[in-house]
């Protein structure tokens, strides 16, 4: 006979949207339940860049000393040319950036945050942690929902939370849209020692070098010991009928062969990258809605993205502070909840899902698309912050509800 147990919140995925949102309903006083699939809460990857807006929240969460104890600060972000190492556009990090977005921006390591997120859940009476619980159904009731795990064990409550990521099975069943979507995008990822990095260069920064087809980020993580690198492609093995699973396109061989004419810095960087394992990149068209009856939608499962604005996590964190706002105001409905955080996030998620389709065709650029866009940054001073001001902006801007709004 099936074990069934009840809890009042189900969040389904302990990645960081799902650990956030459980520190972000526990601290307002809401009981939640967290089911992962895997054996132990853990991020697969290395690092990760936070912008403000996913600082101040944060700072909300009451994480972000514990979340930065090992964080870099870099002084500048650099876009420059793969093929000829000219400096595209620069973005200074410091004073009056901090000053603009009341926060700064760090570059870390994913488990470093999702182990200060994990410390939070761990140390609030109100959320309970599972492990290998991996969810393959949900059964609504009217009254209920149930959650159904592979190993038969079910779950009867009054709210899901769809935090399982990519191939999320929450989706499925709240919008049923089938697969994600593959462009033929690859990315190769690794740290080094940051003795051995080729282009770890003073002051730290960020650095994006860009060129046809590709692109290679770099920066510092673990307090400057190691240098974290990231290099995509464009495959052209890749087409409509090729599984987006299979080893047969953005092989490590086509990897290097993209990156063999660039500038040696790209080249001598770029044979650091660890080739053991590959990422096929992902993401979804915005949807309509990422609510169905007792079952809500974040993170991944309601907005995967690209990788080209570095908004993944961030929106992510976005969406569990404005959650667990919308979920814990006096005298507001579950349905009414539900819906006000949707109007709050879904518009906004959506564009940031669209601008990081955009921004990586533009980075990818050959021809005449590459040279209208340097055109365009190298009109741009250090710091100019048009391009960014609509991601990292006040809190209002940023989605997060206004004081004066509040019911």
Request: proline fraction near 5%; charged fraction near 25%.
């Amino acid at each position: 006979m099936a074990r069934e147990s009840s809890a009042p919140t189900i969040i389904v995925g302990g990645g960081i949207g799902g650990l956030a949102t459980a520190v972000s309903l526990a601290s307002r006083g809401r009981r939640v339940h967290v089911l992962e699939r895997a054996p132990a809460f853990e991020e697969i990857g290395a690092g990760i860049q936070l912008a403000p807006n996913a600082l101040r929240i944060l700072d909300e969460l009451g994480v972000l000393d514990t979340a930065l104890r090992d964080a870099v600060r870099p002084e500048r972000g650099v876009l420059r040319d793969a093929q000829n190492g000219d400096v595209l556009v620069e973005i200074d990090f410091g004073e009056q950036f901090q000053e603009t977005y009341d926060a700064p921006y760090v570059v870390t390591h994913r488990s470093d945050l999702l182990s200060a997120l994990l410390a939070a859940c761990e140390s609030n009476e109100l959320v309970t942690l599972e492990n290998s619980r991996h969810v393959i159904g949900i059964q609504d009731r009217d009254d209920d929902v149930v959650v159904v795990c592979e190993d038969g064990t079910r779950y009867v409550t009054d709210l899901v939370i769809g935090a399982d990521g990519l191939r999320s099975v929450c989706r499925e069943y709240v919008v049923g849209d089938g697969p994600p979507v593959c462009r033929g995008d690859v990315a190769y990822r690794g740290t080094v020692p940051i003795a051995l990095a080729h282009s770890a260069g003073e002051p730290p920064s960020v650095t994006w070098w860009v060129g046809p087809n590709m692109h290679l980020i770099q920066y510092p993580v673990r307090g400057g010991g190691l240098f974290n690198q990231v290099g995509v492609i464009v495959s052209d093995a890749y087409h409509e009928g090729v599984d987006p699973e299979s080893q047969t396109w953005g092989t490590p061989e086509e990897l290097d062969e993209r990156f063999s004419q660039l500038d040696k810095r790209v080249r001598s960087s770029a044979a650091l990258l660890n080739r053991d394992r590959r990422w096929a990149l992902f993401d979804r068209p915005p949807t309509a809605t990422w609510t169905r009856g007792r079952v809500t939608l974040l993170g991944d499962a309601a907005h995967p993205m690209l990788q080209y604005l570095a908004q993944g996590a961030c929106q992510a964190l976005e969406d569990a502070h404005i959650l667990g706002q919308c979920l814990t105001e006096p005298g507001v409905a579950t349905a009414d909840a539900l819906a006000r955080y949707e109007q709050i996030r879904l518009p906004r998620a959506s564009q940031v899902q669209l601008w990081a389709r955009r921004v990586g065709d533009i980075v990818h650029g050959d021809g005449v698309i590459a040279i209208l866009r340097n055109a365009l940054l190298s009109q741009l001073a250090p710091n100019d912050f048009r391009l960014v001001d609509w991601l990292y902006a006040d809190r209002q801007t940023s989605g997060l509800i206004p004081e004066s709004s509040r019911r």
